[in-house]
């Protein structure tokens, strides 16, 4: 069975003991980009935050691109989110190529190069990566200047985070 099969099973059992209360306007605290990576996906046991507080925006990386911008402006300008916190990582699949390389590669092996350029996002060094981010939502003119826009590395060896300070 494949995995999506799976979770249909498994969602059957779920909606029998769900709670018509979680389905309430949602009252995000704090909007978190991060990395697609799973190794992210327990924010509440690495942040000790609860679910229903946290807006997630995940890209590979992460990437702030103008979609997480927009994001961003709704989570804090609509929703209600009062913090912005940029959590990158340690041993990201997306500093293991570049995007110029990924194009190559897969033109050659699939023989169509019609996609190319993909924008992926590729990066070497996450912590300026995350000095990048704050610099472009701290400057972003729909992003009060009272909403708190943080930078950090989780450590995935050690699952310690990191604070990157901007400038
Ligand atoms: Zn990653």
């Known amino acids: ?43 509440e046991g690495i942040l000790g935050l609860k679910t229903a507080d ?18 961003l402006v709704v989570s804090t300008r609509v929703l209600g989110s009062k913090e912005i916190m940029l959590l990158n990582h340690t041993g990201c699949g997306f500093t293991t190529f570049t995007d110029k390389e990924l194009n190559e590669k897969l033109a050659r092996e699939t023989g169509d190069a019609t996609p190319v350029p993909m924008r992926l996002f590729s990066f070497k060094d996450p912590e300026e990566n995350t000095r990048a981010q704050i610099e472009r939502v701290r400057s972003h003119p729909w992003i009060a200047k009272d909403v708190p826009v943080r930078g950090f590395i989780f450590d995935v060896d050690t699952g310690r985070l990191r604070e990157v300070k901007h400038g």
């Open 1 to 43: 069975m494949s995995l999506i099969d799976q979770a249909l099973k498994a969602n059957e059992q779920f909606a029998r003991k769900y709670d018509p209360k979680l389905g309430g306007r949602p009252q995000p605290k704090i909007a978190i980009v991060t990395c697609m990576d799973p190794r992210l996906s327990d924010l």
């Open 54 to 71: 946290m807006d997630v925006i995940r890209t590979g990386g992460p990437a702030v691109t103008d979609d997480v911008m927009g994001e």
